[in-house]
């Protein structure tokens, strides 16, 4: 669990913070030590971040500056935990004897790294951040029908069922696979929508489709699988099989569109998280 100590600072209203237990509630005087006696929840979290501080003392060589805290000698035996590890992360120096030390100013976080065979991995916090965006949650089936689409998509992307609600959890959504048929192709963003309404009026009963991934800002951020995110194209939902594709393609090559070739994809919505 990460411990941010200027969070912690900010919630208790006071630049240093004492453990639950190292001052007397019977003794209490100040309005912050009267509000930690008085909620059980505070002075259990309290105690918590106490040993937190206590034990990375004990155990950190080297950055106990980054440790502002002004916790009792006798809360010494609480750091006696020899069955976790602390790291200190933040800007080290070099005094002018050469020696490395945690600058003050500079602190960023302390965290607790949980018991386990072998050296633990730690991630930091862009590290977790690339994760998340490398994240992909298959949803469900495109709407292939071109008066139903499914909610949240614009009319030039096909839509797809999207079960789990985006909470900035994961990079991509993506649907099932499915089988389209490429109409026209072109360098990205330069088919005009007119393609797409056009080539609509041809597969009245199937949903046509334009790719212009990024073409309007962060406004299109739909792909495809399967494709090359530069290029742009009209295709046309062509059914979940291969059968299905193959009379989806003869009707293009006999409605003008002598180029068409089928294609497996999976439509694919790309969140931008910061």
């Known amino acids: 669990m990460w411990l941010r100590l200027v969070l912690a600072a900010a919630f208790y209203g006071i630049a240093s913070m004492a453990a639950a237990q190292s001052f007397d509630c019977a003794k209490a005087r100040t309005r912050v030590e009267k509000m930690v006696c008085a909620d059980r929840a505070i002075a259990e979290l309290d105690e918590y971040l106490g040993r937190y501080h206590a034990a990375a003392r004990a155990e950190i060589t080297g950055a106990e500056a980054c440790l502002q805290s002004d916790l009792q000698e006798r809360l010494a035996i609480l750091a006696k935990d020899r069955s976790a590890t602390f790291r200190a992360r933040g800007y080290a120096a070099t005094n002018s004897k050469g020696q490395l030390f945690f600058e003050p100013s500079r602190c960023v976080f302390l965290h607790r790294l949980p018991a386990a065979h072998g050296e633990p991995v730690v991630q930091d916090a862009e590290q977790q951040m690339e994760q998340v965006r490398r994240k992909v949650v298959s949803q469900g089936t495109v709407c292939a029908d071109p008066d139903r689409p499914c909610p949240g998509f614009k009319a030039n992307e096909l839509s797809f069922s999207i079960a789990t ?110």
């Open 165 to 274: 609600p985006f909470k900035f959890d994961r990079g991509r959504d993506k649907s099932q696979p499915f089988y389209a048929v490429i109409l026209k192709s072109a360098p990205i963003c330069s088919l005009a929508d007119a393609e797409r309404m056009r080539a609509q009026k041809v597969f009245p009963r199937a949903k046509v489709f334009l790719h212009r991934y990024f073409c309007e800002d962060f406004g299109d951020k739909v792909t495809y699988a399967n494709v090359n995110e530069k290029s742009g194209f009209v295709a046309v939902y062509a059914g979940d099989s291969a059968a299905a594709a193959e009379l989806s393609l003869a009707l293009a090559k006999t409605s003008g569109y002598p180029d068409a070739n089928i294609r497996r994809l999976e439509v694919i919505v790309v969140y931008q998280i910061e």
